[in-house]
């Protein structure tokens, strides 16, 4: 079987990214049905091109697999912590 290219694991990289962003948003009480909302669309759609594009995907999944259930901040790798505290704030206010 010949190797899957680059094209083509792509999308199975990108739906992690979506998983990854949506469990951390729940460790963070973010409601992500706040999207929604006009002025903090833009802020959902760059955290997920970010969280799509990242690095640290062993590294997040391992956080999210070993982290308790509930979080005031996102690790320190993660490419989205400011995101995600302007939304925690935003929800919290």
């Not at 959902?44 to 982290?67: F, G, I, N, S």
């Not at 308790?68 to 919290?92: G, N, R, T, W």
Request: charged fraction near 25%; include cysteine.
């Amino acid at each position: 079987m010949a190797a899957l290219t680059k094209h083509e694991h792509q999308p199975v990289e990108h739906a992690r990214g979506a998983i990854n962003l949506y469990e951390m948003m729940e460790r963070l009480r973010i409601d992500p049905r706040s999207g929604v909302i006009p002025r903090l669309s833009l802020r959902y759609a760059t955290a997920l091109h970010r969280c799509e594009a990242c690095q640290y995907k062993d590294a997040c999944r391992d956080w999210l697999d070993h982290a308790p259930s509930m979080v005031k901040f996102a690790p320190h790798f993660c490419p989205d912590a400011d995101i995600l505290f302007e939304l925690q704030f935003d929800q919290a206010g």
